[in-house]
Nanobody, 127 residues
Framework: QVQLVESGGGLVQPGGSLRLSCTSS????????VAWFRQAPGKERDGVSC????????YYRPSVEGRATISRDKSKNTVYLQMNNLKPGDTAVYYCAADFDTVPSRCQVLPGNMDYWGKGTLVTVSS
């Protein structure tokens, strides 16, 4: 079965950290740009970060720049999103998505380009 599975969400206090993981099954992530999106209650889904197939290009939305780090481990077929200094405004369901891409140093957070989506993991930042 072809799917993406997110993990690592949970309840964390403001200022805390989480590491989200995105693992594929049924296909190899090597040739896929991987992106993270999030959707807060009552809001639209927003792009958070992405990483190119070769891992050399990354993008972060301005509100998480400096607090988030995206990385990929091809040996584990997994992409990570490390989030530090979390704020209540980071509360959302986080989704990973994969875009088959033949350009190794490109990544874009365009929902319409994504070939596969995970079901999401909930991150709640609250004291």
């Amino acid at each position: 079965q072809v799917q993406l599975v997110e993990s690592g969400g949970g309840l964390v206090q403001p200022g805390g950290s989480l590491r989200l993981s995105c693992t594929s099954s049924g296909f190899n992530l090597d040739n896929y740009t991987v992106a993270w999106f999030r959707q807060a209650p009552g809001k639209e889904r927003d792009g958070v970060s992405c990483i190119s197939t070769n891992g050399l290009r990354t993008y972060y939305r301005p509100s998480v720049e400096g607090r988030a780090t995206i990385s990929r481990d091809k040996s584990k077929n997994t992409v990570y999103l490390q989030m530090n200094n979390l704020k209540p405004g980071d509360t959302a369901v986080y989704y990973c998505a994969a875009d088959f891409d033949t350009v190794p140093s490109r990544c874009q957070v365009l929902p319409g380009n994504m070939d596969y989506w995970g079901k999401g993991t909930l991150v709640t930042v609250s004291s």
